[in-house]
């Protein structure tokens, strides 16, 4: 699962991006397993990292030699029994996390909160 992910980001996505990829692994979606790595990978000076953390929340940091950013999107609020779309999107103002159910039509946006360093 997460070279493939990973594998979307490629060097001269170091600044600015987008990837979107589908998440169907039911470990992600199991309350049980305490958190799932998606994917953890440097680009450039950057690191990117996206996760399911233990308290079901999808978590997407995106951090440099000057800050961190992270969203996060509370999984409880999305109709999760087949997946979902996952949107990400970064340049130099914003790091955004977006996410719906496969087939929802509306994604849940959230800008990521930047802690400098």
């Known amino acids: 699962m997460s070279l493939d992910i990973a594998g979307l980001l490629t060097e001269d996505m170091e600044k600015a991006g987008r990837i979107s990829f589908q998440l169907t692994d039911q470990r992600i979606f199991d309350e049980k397993v305490k958190d799932v790595t998606v994917f953890y990978t440097l680009v450039g000076e950057?690191?990117?990292k996206f996760f399911r953390s233990n308290v079901f929340e999808l978590v997407f940091v995106h951090l440099t030699e000057d800050w961190m950013r992270q969203?996060?999107?509370?999984?409880?609020?999305?109709?999760?029994?087949?997946?979902?779309d996952v949107l990400l999107t970064w340049d130099e103002k914003a790091d955004t996390l977006s996410v719906r159910g496969i087939g929802d039509k509306d994604y849940i946006v959230v800008t990521a909160m930047q802690i400098d360093s």
Do not use: Q, T
């Open 71 to 84: 969203a996060r999107v509370d999984l409880k609020n999305i109709n999760c029994s087949g997946g979902v």
């Open 46 to 48: 950057s690191r990117f």
